[in-house]
């Protein structure tokens, strides 16, 4: 029996831009419960994480923003998705900003020996409090899922890390610091930028993906992490750091589809959906119709 378990995160501590604690919604009223009914058996719609209203507050010893309200609603979004992994049902994620997948990767690796993880955005999210230019912690929850940033992020979940970097594989990526360009380097993390898109073709950087992450590292699960930022702003223009030149539409039902023909996704987020920045919905119905595709949803 095929359940999916949907659960809100409308976060938006993890950055500047206010707007993304409204994607959750967005989303769902882009039709995503309509959407996915018709490919599952079951489908819950869990409701929302409760976030609050609160205030800016900079963490003085680390210049982090919100540190210490992120590490804890990350903790009530990692409860939330290893009960529903428990329970048999795959866990979507809607975000909210990339921060929230601190909390979604703590709750789905206690679950796999080897989780693998494709990162499909157009940033690194590798940053830790000494490489940030910001102090926004949207731009750090992959260094965090690795074990490497502030103890209140990396302990989430009473454990870490929550993946191995050789276990990760970024696509889409167009815009890096300084500090994420040496730790890909240092830790030797698979990542296809938009030149080896754009050379290769993403048909053949999936099947690299697929088989990297089956074959050569053999993961017993894999967790999807897209920011919609990944897409090109034409196509997606409702997120907080548009990078232009980015993954087509067209390009990005490919790989979804491709993923649902691997079979290997096991759990899934989509983040950075910001209503306030979008054109009439678009990005959020872009999201939905990605996530058609992802989960099994065919023309003919």
Same mark, same amino acid.
């Given at each position: 029996?095929?359940? +999916?378990?949907?659960?809100?995160?409308?976060?938006? +501590?993890?950055?500047?831009?206010?707007?993304?604690?409204?994607?959750?919604?967005?989303?769902?009223?882009?039709?995503?419960?309509?959407?996915?009914?018709?490919?599952?058996?079951?489908?819950?719609?869990?409701?929302?994480?409760?976030?609050?209203?609160?205030?800016?507050?900079?963490?003085?010893?680390?210049n982090l923003r919100n540190l210490d309200?992120?590490?804890?609603?990350?903790?009530?979004?990692?409860?939330?998705?290893?009960?529903?992994?428990?329970s048999g049902s795959f866990p979507l994620?809607?975000?909210?900003?990339?921060?929230?997948?601190?909390?979604?990767l703590a709750g789905v690796s206690k @679950?796999?020996?080897?989780?693998?993880?494709?990162?499909?955005?157009?940033?690194? /999210?590798?940053?830790?409090?000494? #490489?940030?230019?910001?102090?926004?912690?949207?731009?750090?929850? +992959?260094?965090?899922?690795?074990?490497?940033? @502030?103890?209140?992020?990396?302990?989430?979940?009473?454990?870490?890390?929550?993946?191995?970097?050789?276990?990760?594989?970024?696509?889409?990526?167009?815009?890096?610091?300084?500090?994420?360009?040496?730790?890909?380097?240092?830790?030797?993390?698979?990542?296809?930028?938009? @030149?080896?898109?754009?050379?290769?073709?993403?048909?053949?950087?999936?099947?690299?993906?697929?088989?990297?992450?089956?074959?050569?590292?053999?993961?017993?699960?894999?967790?999807?992490?897209? /920011?919609?930022?990944?897409?090109?702003?034409?196509?997606?223009?409702?997120?907080?750091?548009?990078? #232009?030149?980015?993954?087509?539409?067209?390009?990005?039902?490919?790989?979804?589809?491709?993923?649902?023909?691997?079979?290997?996704? #096991?759990?899934?987020?989509?983040?950075?959906?910001?209503?306030?920045?979008?054109?009439?919905?678009?990005?959020?119905?872009?999201?939905?119709?990605?996530?058609?595709?992802?989960?099994?949803?065919?023309? +003919?």
């Amino acid at each position: 029996m095929k359940k +999916l378990s949907i659960i809100g995160m409308p976060m938006d +501590l993890g950055q500047m831009r206010r707007g993304v604690d409204m994607g959750p919604s967005a989303i769902r009223y882009a039709g995503v419960n309509e959407r996915l009914r018709g490919l599952f058996d079951e489908v819950a719609d869990l409701g929302d994480i409760a976030i609050g209203r609160p205030e800016v507050v900079v963490d003085p010893q680390s210049n982090l923003r919100n540190l210490d309200l992120i590490a804890e609603k990350s903790e009530m979004l990692a409860q939330k998705v290893d009960e529903v992994v428990a329970s048999g049902s795959f866990p979507l994620v809607l975000g909210g900003d990339h921060s929230i997948a601190i909390g979604t990767l703590a709750g789905v690796s206690k @679950h796999y020996k080897n989780l693998g993880v494709i990162w499909y955005d157009a940033h690194g /999210d590798l940053n830790t409090a000494e #490489t940030s230019p910001t102090g926004n912690i949207h731009g750090m929850p +992959l260094a965090v899922s690795l074990g490497l940033g @502030h103890p209140l992020l990396t302990g989430v979940g009473g454990y870490g890390p929550k993946v191995n970097p050789e276990n990760i594989v970024i696509i889409g990526a167009r815009s890096l610091d300084e500090g994420e360009r040496v730790l890909i380097k240092e830790k030797g993390i698979k990542v296809y930028t938009m @030149h080896e898109i754009d050379r290769l073709g993403m048909t053949k950087v999936m099947e690299e993906a697929i088989h990297y992450l089956r074959e050569v590292r053999g993961t017993d699960g894999v967790h999807l992490s897209l /920011d919609l930022d990944g897409l090109d702003p034409h196509d997606a223009p409702g997120v907080g750091t548009p990078v #232009t030149g980015g993954i087509s539409y067209r390009e990005s039902h490919l790989a979804m589809e491709m993923l649902e023909e691997s079979k290997m996704i #096991t759990s899934a987020e989509f983040v950075e959906v910001n209503p306030i920045l979008d054109d009439k919905n678009k990005t959020a119905s872009v999201a939905v119709a990605l996530m058609g595709s992802l989960f099994g949803e065919k023309l +003919l």
